[in-house]
């Protein structure tokens, strides 16, 4: 198993639509919880990072965290053309601070 | 950017040379982490570091070593280069503050083509 699932894509939305993007971990001993958004022959971008249970607002996104599940999501609302890119899901574990990332889910954004 | 310079940012090398990419950053983080971004494969842990002369393995360590002699440099080493390592290489720290405080930061990335 994976140890951050992600699916690949692509989804597909309408501009002014919500996008939902989702994200399972493995480890329960996870403790941080990180979105990056990636455009084409680019570095990743933090988006939003995310620690506790609950919704966590930052504009047009919400990062969503339910620990239990080990389930992480982010939405985008009123999505646009400039949100289509690769998102991808990060998790810390461990005391030495693993970094792990998903394999991505492509986000098209039509009009 | 948080101070990340990855250098080369592009190579091409022969198969069976030894090479060296290094990630530096100037703002004294812990925690380096070297990755390797494959169409299909989204971005694969190699190495990581959580300290000077701290390292461990990631999911995709075969054929790669590192070093991080002092903290603002970590040196990822592919001892005898492949046509599979051709990639594109990232370097991520990690301003590690505790544990509800954690951000990481990528640099530009290193485009390494073995022939």
């Known amino acids: 198993q994976k140890e951050v699932e992600q699916n690949s894509g692509p989804l597909s939305v309408p501009e002014g639509a919500i996008a939902s993007l989702n994200c399972t971990y493995s480890?329960?001993?996870?403790?941080?919880f990180f979105w990056y958004r990636q455009y084409s022959g680019k570095s990743p971008e933090l988006i939003m990072f995310?620690?506790?249970?609950g919704d966590k607002e930052d504009g047009r996104f919400t990062a969503q965290l339910n620990k239990a599940s080990q389930y992480v999501s982010l939405l985008i609302r009123d999505s646009q053309p400039s949100d289509s890119a690769t998102y991808l899901c990060?998790?810390?574990?461990?005391?030495?601070?693993?970094?792990?990332f998903g394999t991505g889910t492509r986000l098209q954004v039509t009009l | 950017d948080a101070g990340i310079t990855q250098s080369p940012r592009h190579k091409v090398t022969e198969t069976g040379t030894p090479v060296t990419l290094r990630c530096h950053q100037t703002?004294?983080?812990?925690?380096m982490y070297w990755y390797r971004q494959d169409p299909g494969h989204g971005l694969r842990l190699i190495h990581y570091?959580?300290?000077?002369?701290?390292?461990d393995k990631g999911e995709v360590s075969d054929g790669y070593s590192v070093s991080r002699s002092k903290t603002e440099d970590f040196l990822l080493t592919l001892e005898s280069a492949t046509s599979s390592q051709t990639s594109v290489y990232f370097c991520?720290?990690?301003?590690?503050?505790?544990?509800?405080?954690?951000?990481?930061?990528f640099g530009q990335g290193t485009r390494l083509t073995v022939v």
């Open positions: 991520a720290i990690s301003t590690y503050r505790g544990r509800l405080d954690t951000e990481a930061f």
């Open positions: 480890d329960r001993g996870s403790q941080s």
């Open positions: 995310i620690y506790s249970n």
């Open positions: 990060a998790v810390i574990t461990g005391t030495a601070s693993k970094l792990t």
């Open positions: 703002e004294n983080h812990r925690y």
């Open positions: 570091s959580y300290g000077v002369k701290d390292t």
